[in-house]
């Protein structure tokens, strides 16, 4: 229930300006860079949210720094959406981002350490897919409340609605905290092992399978870490980190973010009216809903490599369509099917099967802080694209701006061929092993 509201709110948060933003132009006279940085401010308060999330999660405890980001996400939500100026909105946005730079390290890391082993893949799976819920409800609360009524009345009101509507889902995500325990393993390291005994009992099956899993906590707190900063720097596993970090950039400049940021604005360039450009952004939930959770069921049968490249290549092949709608003036009909369709090959491949490998290739001792690395890295390329998305279409127009993310896509193709390997059925430490031996080649 936490992880699915933390989603939902997510979701909920990061989309929720592709409804606004057309509005918003309007409303402050905004230009395009400008524009671009009332969009994409959120993602530096989310870099700057995943960078303290750690220490303040060891310091106080995963529930309380997620009750905070749940208060954080209340406040903002009602600041943006009373703003009286360009310069409030913007600050109002960071200061959102954060709430979710902190849920996005938090949430994974206290479902990993609360769940039983045997249901851990499943919360985290549905953690992920909350955040599409979250992104389709806000695309159709967008459409409900812009598509029927003038465009003076949403300059000036219909925008507020959408983002203080933002309070509910922070409100449920609040309910759902404050029956949940805190995190067994943060309790014990803290000096308070029949506190975690307590919460443990409250998971695991019995008392001898609470007992059992907290002699494991003890066991695994006994071994001593020695790695450092720069050990992610050596022969071994700098090649890894590298590949971490392209998948993070790859993942973000496919464009599927700025298609999720700006597509009313997209659908209105292709040809639909502001009612019709809402309502096919919808589609574009439904879409990313829908396939995600088939991309759940079809990653451990068909394999991560094979997802991954071939939905890479099926992306491009999809945005290059999309680039010669744009070119040629085709229907918006024709532009909205390829857009769905290069959200459909996002969804089953770049989406998910990115947190996945990134999770998996890097050994015990160093995940922590590789994927500190690449979660950094995939929050400001997501920066990069939204703010760079309005830019690039004023200047060079939206055929060309999406031949770029053709490019990317293509090339991001061609990497995972090449270069990553397969790591579907294999154990976390066959796949250490494999790097260790590559290594020596």
């Known amino acids: 229930m936490c992880g699915s509201a933390r989603g939902l709110l997510f979701g909920y948060d990061t989309a929720v ?7 918003l132009q309007i409303k402050f006279a905004l230009d395009s860079v400008a524009v671009g940085w009332v969009t994409s401010c959120i993602l530096i308060g989310c870099a700057i949210g995943v960078s303290i999330a750690g220490v303040l999660s ?97 300059v000036n009101v219909g925008w507020r609605w959408m983002m203080g509507v933002g309070v509910v889902p922070s ?42 899993q907290l002699n494991e906590i003890k066991k695994s707190e006994e071994v001593v870490d020695d790695t450092h900063f720069k050990d992610l720097f050596n022969k071994t596993w700098l090649p890894v980190v590298l590949i971490g970090v392209c998948l993070a950039l790859f993942q973000q400049f496919s ?10 604005e997209i659908f209105k360039g292709a040809g639909f009216g502001q009612s019709g450009a809402f309502w096919s952004t919808v589609s574009i939930g439904v879409i990313n ?74 050994p015990s001792r160093i995940r922590g802080r590789a994927m500190s690395i690449c979660t950094v890295v995939l929050w400001l390329s997501d920066f990069t694209l939204s703010y760079t998305f309005p830019i690039l279409t004023q200047s060079i127009g939206e055929g060309w701006t999406f031949m770029l993310y053709v490019a990317v896509t293509l090339i991001s193709a061609v990497f995972v061929w090449k270069l990553l390997p397969e790591t579907k059925g294999k154990s976390l430490e066959e796949i250490e092993l494999y790097w260790q031996q590559r290594a020596k080649q």
């Open 255 to 264: 464009g599927s973010n700025a298609i999720m940021y700006y597509a009313p």
């Open 171 to 212: 409100v449920l995500f609040v309910l759902a905290l404050i029956p949940a325990g805190e995190s067994p393993r943060w309790l014990h390291q803290h000096g308070k092992p029949e506190a975690a005994l307590a919460i443990l009992k409250k998971v695991e099956a019995n008392d001898e399978d609470a007992q059992a």
């Open 289 to 362: 809903m829908v396939i995600t959770i088939a991309a759940l069921g079809l990653v451990d049968r068909i394999g991560r490599k094979k997802l991954l490249g071939w939905g890479s290549f099926a992306m491009s092949m999809c945005l290059l369509v999309v680039a010669i709608c744009f070119f040629v003036h085709a229907s918006a009909a024709l532009t909205l099917t390829f857009i769905l369709l290069a959200i459909a090959s996002y969804a089953i491949s770049l989406a998910p099967v990115t947190w996945i490998i990134i999770s998996e290739i890097f």
């Open 17 to 23: 300006i592709s409804g606004a933003i057309g509005f």
């Open 58 to 154: 060891d310091l106080f405890g995963r529930k309380k720094i997620l009750l905070l980001s749940a208060v954080i996400f209340a406040c903002s939500s009602l600041g943006a959406a009373l703003a009286g100026s360009y310069i409030t909105l913007v600050v109002w946005r960071m200061l959102a981002g954060i709430g979710i730079g902190l849920t996005s390290l938090i949430t994974p890391l206290y479902i990993a350490e609360m769940a039983p082993s045997e249901v851990r893949g499943k919360l985290v799976s549905v953690n992920q897919l909350a955040i599409t819920i979250g992104i389709f409800v806000v695309y159709f609360i967008n459409a409900a409340i812009a598509s029927g009524s003038a465009q003076s009345w949403n």
